[in-house]
């Protein structure tokens, strides 16, 4: 489902000639099939849906730091373009929930997991994952779960 989107995708950005768009779902494939292959060496499927979204997400994380160096040596013209890579490859990510609603399932998740210390805390951050990927900032929900177990 996401590969076909990531598809169609790279078919309007080529007929819209939109390079910023083009260049960017081209390194979005790229890094799917650098996955797929990896997976394929190590005897494992080909990336799910779920695999793809982290994959976006470490994608974003990466030009959110290159955009913040960039801004700090003076190099504001590449900072635009990594922000702007991160607006086409959020467009693939689903809408990212609200610090109020990330609150509520953690309490949730720490509920369903039965985690009672912070010694539980991987239970609790692998419900999230698994129920929420690509729906939140895991490092900040981290930091709420240590929080919420102490």
Known sequence: ?????????????????????????????????????????????????????QILQKMVKQREESAKIYED???????????????????????????????????AAIAESGAQGLRDMGKVMAVLKEKYPGQMDFAKASATVKDLLK
């Open 73 to 107: 040596a003076g190099r504001m013209e590449l900072a635009t373009q990594e922000r702007e890579e991160i607006v086409v490859i959020k467009g693939f990510m689903p809408e990212q929930l609200s610090d109020e609603k990330v609150q509520e399932l953690i309490r």
């Open 1 to 53: 489902m996401m590969r076909d989107k990531l598809s169609e995708a790279l078919k309007e950005s080529m007929k819209a000639k939109d390079n910023r768009r083009l260049s960017t779902v081209r390194l979005i494939q790229t890094a799917i099939k650098d996955r797929d292959i990896a997976n394929r060496g190590a005897g494992k499927d080909p990336v799910s849906d779920d695999d793809i979204l």
